[in-house]
């Protein structure tokens, strides 16, 4: 019963990393029909600035949460930066275009972005510096850490906060509008290229933090990171229903259970053929599975005639 609420525990905690990271998807996805498969390498660059920033303050002796601060604005900053820019320089110029172009730019920029990224940081992992002690916190035989705890509240946070923000806002209102038919959209009024401009902008700046939490989370950051954290959320967006903002925060979240639960039984369910280490599978056992069983998600709308 411990391990099981541990793996829980971890599970909610990773899958509300990968909440943040599906949000990002699932808005281009809603208002573009595209899948942004550059979003995972938006959020491996607001990791890394995150990092350079820690590096380079961590021994001026200003308080830990300054520091973070600082880091947190800076990777937001420059993963807007970036997310604007692909939107405007690769995206717009296609929106009319045949759907298989834009997506083969997508993985293009995705590539892009990658070795860009080993250019300026280079190949090997980068260490966060020592900033704060974890404390421990014990729950019924489980024990997670106070900065694990500050994650999973700070996402709950920005997930609620955007819902709101599209439920209750007149931009919320117009990105709804623009997503249903962007057409009908503009004729009302809507500046739709402002619109999916301001889209790409919170898409990255939520994943900007997103990339600071996984690295606060294991510690590391690497120019290839953004690969399979992105095929994850994607798995999760997907999973909730990709154009559906809740889903996908749904999405995430279950999935994060669902691989720390494989993560802590696959030794016993297969009688220690697999590791913990394989637990990766499963995400993609899940997205086979949601593809085949209901293309729709749990919550999203039918797929079957996007890109």
């Known amino acids: 019963m411990d391990i099981f609420l541990q ?5 909610l905690v990773l899958g509300s990393i990968y909440a943040l990271v599906a949000l990002g998807y699932t808005m281009v996805y809603g208002i573009l029909g595209l899948i942004n498969f ?21 021994g001026s002796g200003l308080p830990p949460a300054v520091v973070l601060l600082a880091a947190m604005g800076a990777a937001m900053i420059v993963c807007i930066a970036l ?16 759907r298989l172009a834009p997506l083969i730019t997508a993985i293009g920029v995705s590539i892009l972005v990658q070795y860009s990224a080993a250019l300026v940081w280079g190949k090997q992992y980068i260490s966060l510096p020592t900033l ?18 500050y994650i999973f509240l700070l996402a709950c946070g920005i997930m609620a906060a955007l819902l709101l ?9 117009a990105m709804r509008a623009t997503e249903q038919n962007p057409d009908i959209a503009g004729l009302m009024g809507v500046d739709t290229n402002r619109i999916i401009a301001f889209t790409f902008l919170v898409g990255s700046a939520i994943g900007a933090i997103a990339g600071v939490m996984v690295v606060l989370y294991y510690g590391l950051g ?8 992105g095929l994850k959320a994607f798995t999760a967006a997907v999973l909730g229903g ?17 691989e720390s639960l494989a993560s802590g039984y696959i030794g016993d369910l297969t009688g220690g053929v697999l590791g913990s280490n394989y637990r990766d599978i499963f995400a993609f056992l899940v997205l086979i599975g949601v593809l085949v069983l209901r293309p729709a998600g749990l919550m999203g709308q039918q797929v079957s005639e996007r890109a």
Do not use: C, W
């Open 7 to 11: 793996q829980i525990i971890n599970g």
């Open 132 to 149: 704060i002690t974890p404390s421990e916190v014990a729950v019924a035989g489980a024990v997670f850490t106070d900065i694990q705890g």
């Open 83 to 98: 997310g604007v820019t692909i939107e405007r320089v690769a995206y717009r110029p296609l929106r009319r275009a045949p």
């Open 38 to 58: 550059a979003h995972g390498d938006i959020v491996m660059v607001g990791a890394l600035v995150a990092l350079t920033v820690v590096s380079a303050l961590g």
């Open 222 to 229: 690497h120019y290839f990171m953004g690969f399979m954290l």
């Open 165 to 173: 923000f599209i439920k209750k806002s007149r931009i919320g209102r």
């Open 242 to 258: 990709i154009g559906n903002v809740a889903g996908a925060m749904l999405g995430g979240l279950l999935l994060g259970i669902i």
